[in-house]
């Protein structure tokens, strides 16, 4: 028998298997969607001359140690 095919009564190897639960897929397809999204719509207001970013890069930190 080939070693990738097993008999129906034998117990799984759960080290051996690569389940995954599908929720968990399933949010993980939705938080790079959501990524995506936001990426996209940063780059639309960019396009348009919005900065939406929030961040000084000129802004002293003060008087580093």
């Known amino acids: 028998m080939a070693p990738t095919v097993r008999h129906w009564y034998e117990p799984i190897d759960g080290s051996a298997t690569t389940l995954v639960r599908p929720y968990l897929r399933a949010y993980e ?32 930190l003060g008087a580093a140690s």
């Not at 396009?47 to 000084?56: E, I, M, N, V």
């Open 29 to 60: 397809r939705h938080e790079q969607a959501r990524i995506k999204r936001l990426r996209r719509d940063t780059l639309w207001c960019t396009t348009y001359g919005l900065d939406l970013d929030t961040r000084d890069i000129h802004a002293h």
